[in-house]
């Protein structure tokens, strides 16, 4: 469950690191992160 919330923290990181013109770089990281947290934490369901 736990996951799931961390997951969609990163995503909101994303999305905010996106309106503000980061690096793509850091954009990608944070994304798969943010994916791989909420890929698993589906998966522990």
Known sequence: MILIFVGLF???GVISFWKQKQSKSVILVLAFGAVMC?????MRL
Request: charged residues 0%; without cysteine; neutral net charge.
């Open 38 to 42: 909420l890929a698993s934490g589906l």
């Open 10 to 12: 990163l995503a909101g």
